[in-house]
């Protein structure tokens, strides 16, 4: 079974405009969790608390229109790798009105206005009333649908006003398949369209004396160095908002 509400595609659309024909690029994270970026081959990242997947806030130049960060938590309390376990979606509608959603476990997603219009869809049909140029989709089998990548697991495909997909199966896989016009603009773990560097993010060596959130995190390098360190480059994408519910980001953060 397979349940939609559309997109209305006369709306304008930013930078991800369906115009462009291109086909997109998809960054993926499961298992424990692997991470492969649009360009950049899989790297293993370990440790827990929030980091940037993707956004194109990154210039400094022009208003970002979206943030994808993933809260990663251990898997087990032995070990140091983890798992995506809830993902963070800031983005715009075609109004220009700021929306903060959140994907959680069991395919619990919350859709909420700056303006507070607060809409909840888990796992059903659902209209999104004050989100007209959102998109929601289900499917009872991601492997059936995606391929062996996925396991045969229910999965939410939501397209946001700017034409980015976000699959995600509710328990530790997620996918961002990302229109070819954002090419250029790009930061975050999944990286840049067509470039295999690992560059380093907004978490870079000036914070390493930061008295709040996670100085022990913070690069050696410069924010836009290139690194071959994964975890170094995965620490630089770090952004706060989940010590306080997350004791494995609060231990390794100190």
């Not at 509400?5 to 692997?34: F, L, Q």
């Not at 075609?94 to 809409?119: H, Y």
């Not at 995600?168 to 250029?184: A, H, L, N, R, T």
Request: net charge negative; glycine share 8%; charged share 20%.
């Amino acid at each position: 079974m397979v349940s939609r509400h559309s997109i209305n595609p006369t709306e304008p659309i930013y930078k991800g405009s369906k115009m462009n024909r291109a086909p997109p690029s998809v960054c993926s994270c499961w298992g424990d969790p692997h991470c492969e970026g649009f360009s950049i081959s899989e790297i293993l990242v370990r440790g827990s608390c929030r980091y940037v997947l993707a956004s194109d806030d990154c210039a400094k130049n022009e208003a970002p229109t979206f943030k994808i960060s993933g809260s990663f938590h251990t898997a087990k309390p032995t070990t140091t790798r983890s798992y995506v376990r809830t993902v963070h979606v800031d983005f715009k509608l075609a109004s220009g009105t700021g929306v903060t959603a959140t994907f959680k476990q069991g395919l619990d997603l919350s859709f909420v206005t700056e303006n507070s219009v607060d809409v909840s869809v888990t796992d059903s049909m659902t209209n999104l009333p004050g989100f007209p140029d959102v998109s929601v989709m289900f499917h009872d089998n991601a492997k059936a649908e995606f391929g062996d990548k996925w396991d045969e697991v229910r999965v939410a495909v939501i397209t946001l006003p700017n034409g980015i997909k976000i699959s995600w199966d509710g328990i530790k896989q997620v996918e961002i398949s990302m229109p070819d016009s954002f090419k250029g603009s790009l930061c975050g773990i999944c990286g840049e369209i067509g470039s295999s560097d690992m560059v380093i993010g907004g978490h870079d060596m000036t914070h390493q004396d930061d008295n709040v959130g996670c100085a022990s995190k913070a690069a050696t390098m410069t924010v836009g160095s290139i690194t071959t360190d994964e975890q170094e480059y995965a620490n630089s994408y770090y952004i706060a908002g989940d010590e306080d519910l997350n004791e494995e980001c609060r231990e390794e953060c100190g």
